[in-house]
């Protein structure tokens, strides 16, 4: 089964940046949309971005746009999310999770594979 393990949070500073990884054992990410998800306390999980299998399909959630980047290198088996302008409402558990396309993603419901999530804080 595929496993998935987040890396890179921590508590970064309103207007810092944080880039944070998404990457798998045992299997390759290669044939997966990856998508990053975020959940706040007390709010549901939210999606903030995917990237289809071959790069060639991005989305990103509004609120995100223009300062959230996603990438994939295929090489390392890895999927990153670059956070730059990081605000305080950005606080929350980040999580990846893949499926086979990004069609629908902004659901959780839709995904089939999850990693355990890493905090990411933002504040002074």
């Known amino acids: 089964q595929l496993q998935l393990v987040e890396s890179g949070g921590g508590l970064v500073q309103p207007g810092g940046s944080l880039r944070l990884s998404c990457a798998a054992s045992?299997?390759?990410?290669?044939?997966?949309?990856i998508g990053w998800f975020r959940q706040a306390p007390g709010k549901e999980r939210e999606g903030v971005s995917c990237i289809s299998s071959s790069g060639g399909r991005i989305n990103y959630a509004d609120s995100v746009k223009g300062r959230f980047t996603i990438s994939r290198d295929n090489a390392k088996n890895t999927v990153d999310l670059q956070m730059n302008s990081l605000r305080p409402e950005d606080t929350a558990v980040y999580y990846c999770a893949a499926k086979d396309y990004c069609a629908d993603y902004r659901f959780p419901n839709n995904w089939n594979y999850w990693g355990q999530g890493t905090q990411v804080t933002v504040s002074s």
């Open positions: 045992r299997f390759t990410l290669d044939y997966y949309a």
